[in-house]
């Protein structure tokens, strides 16, 4: 379970960006997350970060979407305000994911599904912009 999480949250950032149909803006975002998993007794509760985006991290959406050099992304697909990908993760924290984003002016909307040892899991995922970073 430990290692779900851990690779789940590895790829946290992963629809954070992959953003291009309406081009992702450099600067402070915010990303809140929340996991599902079929069977658990309990909601997991959202998890809230702030990253900040340079103009060469949103120039290249495949560097954006994993910074793992263990996940290769695949199938990477645009069309208007929508981007969907596959991704597949080797080594310790192998797993496939599928996922789309929705993008508005200075947010987006994911969802992303994953499968790692045996367990699946759906991650909804929300960014804002926040402004410039400090």
Same mark, same amino acid.
């Given at each position: 379970?430990?290692?779900v999480?851990?690779?789940?949250?590895?790829?946290?950032?992963?629809?954070?960006?992959s953003?291009?149909?309406?081009?992702?803006?450099?600067?402070?975002?915010?990303?809140?997350?929340?996991?599902?998993?079929?069977?658990?007794?309990?909601?997991?509760?959202?998890?809230?970060?702030?990253?900040?985006y340079?103009?060469?991290?949103?120039?290249?959406?495949?560097?954006?979407?994993?910074r793992?050099?263990?996940?290769?992304?695949?199938d990477?697909?645009?069309?208007a305000? +929508?981007?969907?990908?596959?991704?597949?993760?080797?080594?310790?924290h192998?797993?496939t994911m599928?996922?789309e984003?929705?993008?508005?002016s200075?947010?987006?909307?994911?969802?992303m599904?994953?499968?790692?040892q045996?367990?699946?899991?759906?991650?909804?995922?929300?960014?804002?912009r926040?402004?410039?970073? +400090?």
């Amino acid at each position: 379970m430990r290692k779900v999480l851990f690779a789940a949250l590895a790829v946290l950032l992963v629809p954070a960006v992959s953003l291009a149909a309406e081009a992702m803006r450099d600067g402070l975002w915010e990303v809140t997350t929340q996991m599902e998993m079929p069977g658990m007794p309990m909601k997991m509760p959202p998890t809230v970060m702030k990253h900040c985006y340079t103009k060469s991290d949103v120039a290249d959406q495949k560097k954006i979407i994993s910074r793992d050099k263990n996940c290769t992304v695949t199938d990477l697909k645009t069309s208007a305000n +929508k981007v969907s990908w596959k991704m597949k993760c080797t080594g310790e924290h192998a797993a496939t994911m599928t996922g789309e984003t929705v993008f508005g002016s200075d947010s987006y909307a994911s969802v992303m599904k994953m499968k790692s040892q045996g367990q699946d899991m759906t991650m909804k995922i929300k960014g804002k912009r926040l402004g410039n970073c +400090k």
